[in-house]
């Protein structure tokens, strides 16, 4: 504290903290970033495209998904129906190839199956034969 004179005058010393930064990169985990297109079956077949934002530890972590576009599917129109057995919707598969013999039409084939291992077994042979024939 300083005084001269009369007038009283207090001079205080100002203090102030400062931060430094030590800016270091480093590597603290991984990502993978795929594209996924996806066409789903409405009343009006939609195609998506989405970019999959995952984390590279053990497990795998989904963190992210962006959508990338969305349009209608060109010249696909679907039909739908559900069957009691595999042998029944052979039998209308066989009603339906003989409708029109000489047109080539895509199938998608969708079979819902509780048990695990006989969906497994179902994959592994439509695997085999869509690959043959893709």
Excluded: C
Aim: zero cysteines; charged letters at 30%; glycine letters at 6%.
């Amino acid at each position: 504290m300083e005084s001269n004179g009369h007038d009283q005058e207090i001079v205080f010393q100002l203090l102030g903290e400062r931060l430094v930064v030590d800016r270091e990169k480093r590597q603290i985990g991984e990502v993978i970033i795929r594209k996924v297109v996806e066409t789903e079956m409405v009343s009006v077949p939609l195609r998506r495209e989405k970019l999959i934002i995952e984390r590279v530890d053990d497990p795998v972590e989904k963190i992210g998904e962006v959508e990338l576009s969305r349009e209608k599917a060109q010249h696909i129109q679907g039909i739908t129906a559900e069957f009691p057995s595999l042998q029944i919707a052979i039998e209308a598969l066989k009603i339906l190839s003989l409708q029109n013999p000489g047109e080539s039409n895509r199938v998608h084939l969708e079979i819902f199956v509780q048990d695990g291992d006989l969906r497994t077994s179902y994959q592994n042979l439509l695997d085999n034969w869509s690959s043959k024939y893709s």
